[in-house]
């Protein structure tokens, strides 16, 4: 895989470099990372990765992290050992495991098909939270816009959200910027053209 940047160089995060080096661009715009990201993990990256979305949000008094399942789990775990508080994870499908008591959200997947429900136990989200989202992958934004919504009936504070790979070409990212999100990215991809992958220059 190449990596074009017309404007000079710049250092490349630790999962831009791997995503050049594993990383599968396939037909459709569909990145394949499995060999380091969602489905075999790379610890050692999943470190780093935690580390650079701290630098991120450092000052924002971070009292939890949200993610769904399933890959956003692994990497929201590692971001949080820096930022030292637990992560809550939505559940996906019938939520019956989680109890009655629960906020829901329905998300409705481009890229995998139908709607599904996510939840949260009201025991895990409180007025006073300030949570930040993480996820592996940002495309159209739904998984986001769905765990806001469950942010919002819990009546605590949406920080922002950090996204380990955001599809910048497709239009999640400008859809929770609209909508007032804090998004940042660890690796924004401007194009896949080719099975070249290209990132923004401020990712
Ligand atoms: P959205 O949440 O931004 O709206 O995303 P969308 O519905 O378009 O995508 C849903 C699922 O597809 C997500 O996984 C997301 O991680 C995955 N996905 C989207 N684009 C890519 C891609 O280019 N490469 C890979 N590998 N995955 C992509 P999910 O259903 O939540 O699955 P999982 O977390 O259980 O693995």
Redesign the pocket.
């Known amino acids: 895989m190449l990596y074009f940047r017309e404007w000079g160089e710049y250092p490349m995060n630790s999962l831009q470099k791997r995503i050049l080096k594993d990383g599968k661009a396939l037909p459709g715009?569909?990145?394949?990372?499995d060999s380091f990201l969602?489905h075999q993990i790379d610890i050692d990256l999943l470190r780093l990765m935690g580390r650079d979305f701290y630098e991120l949000f450092k000052d924002k008094n971070i009292s939890k992290i949200l993610t769904?399942?399933?890959?956003?789990i692994a990497i929201a775990c590692y971001a949080a050992e820096y930022f030292k508080v637990p992560v809550v994870f939505a559940k996906k499908g019938s939520h019956k495991n989680v109890g009655p008591d629960v906020y829901t959200a329905e998300?409705f997947?481009?890229?995998?098909g139908p709607s599904y429900e996510i939840a949260v136990s009201k025991l895990y989200l409180h007025p006073e939270d300030k949570v930040l989202i993480i996820d592996?992958?940002?495309?159209?934004?739904?998984?986001?816009l769905g765990l806001q919504k469950i942010i919002n009936e819990a009546g605590a504070s949406l920080v922002g959200a950090g996204i380990a790979i955001t599809?910048a070409f497709q239009p999640?990212e400008q859809l929770l910027l609209d909508a007032g999100i804090d998004v940042r990215s660890l690796a924004a991809i401007e194009s896949m053209e080719d099975g070249n992958v290209i990132f923004r220059s401020d990712s």
């Open positions: 715009n569909i990145l394949k990372v969602n769904v399942e399933a890959s956003g998300v997947s481009f890229t995998k592996d992958f940002l495309a159209n934004g739904q998984a986001v599809k999640g």
